[in-house]
């Protein structure tokens, strides 16, 4: 059975800050690996998507990367904002794009 | 407007009683998914369709019931609430024919069995 991990659980940093969210899985077998952001009481929203073949994905302040064979992901922010503020969230895909979710970890970026 | 919707936001109800959750895309997505989220426990598939009138079980199926008619609908149904299953409940959706694709979701629905 997948089991991803995320850490740290949670996370304050001073705006401006560079940061390293970490995810870990155990089945190196998946399809891809999702980023996602959850603002309290809303839903997900999908930031960066890695398939299997690929080692990294950028988008804007955002870089993932992804090492299937040792079952870890690293979603770096660039320059953190108070916008940032959210939970982060790793799912990684088995067949029929099933996710299997980590807990995430919830940032805090204070002025 | 196109998008994946979920009704209702929040809804209270007692042990034993039935309620469906109901999720509506307009994308014409293949894949719909129906999550759980607990503290603790983050998100848990419960239930997922590929098409029409294909669905299949995930994690955490025990207690509910779906259905896939149209494409676009994709309801939830406890059968007898249990407190249990007070959690947020997320429909989800995307288009994948090469499990590559990125999932879409709902803002939620906020269910408390009193």
């Known amino acids: 059975k997948q089991e991803v991990t995320q850490i740290p659980a949670a996370l304050s940093v001073p705006e401006g800050e560079n940061l390293v969210l970490n995810c870990s899985f155990t089945d190196s077998a998946i399809y891809n690996l999702q980023w996602f952001r959850q603002d309290p009481g809303k839903g997900l929203t999908s930031l960066l998507l890695?398939?299997?073949?690929?080692r990294e994905q950028t988008s804007g302040r955002l870089n993932a990367s992804l090492d299937k064979s040792s079952g870890r992901s690293t979603l770096y922010i660039a320059a953190s904002q108070p916008g940032d503020s959210a939970t982060y969230l790793c799912?990684?895909?088995?067949?029929?794009?099933?996710?299997?979710f980590g807990t995430g970890t919830q940032l805090k970026v204070e002025l | 407007d196109a998008g994946i919707t979920q009704s209702p936001r929040y809804k209270i109800t007692e042990t034993g009683r039935q309620v469906t959750l109901m999720c509506h895309q307009t994308?014409?997505?293949?894949?719909m998914f129906w999550y759980r989220q607990d503290l603790g426990h983050g998100l848990r598939l419960i239930y997922y369709s590929a098409a029409a009138d294909i669905t299949d079980k995930g994690e955490v199926p025990d207690g509910y019931v779906v259905s896939r008619s149209k494409t676009e609908n994709f309801p939830l149904t406890l059968e007898s609430a249990t407190r249990s299953q007070t959690s947020v409940y997320f429909c989800?959706?995307?288009?994948?024919?090469?499990?590559?694709?990125?999932?879409?979701f709902g803002s939620g629905t906020q269910l408390s069995v009193l």
């Open positions: 989800a959706s995307s288009d994948s024919r090469t499990s590559n694709e990125k999932l879409f």
């Open positions: 994308w014409s997505h293949s894949y």
């Open positions: 799912a990684v895909a088995g067949g029929g794009n099933k996710l299997t």
């Open positions: 890695i398939q299997s073949s690929q």
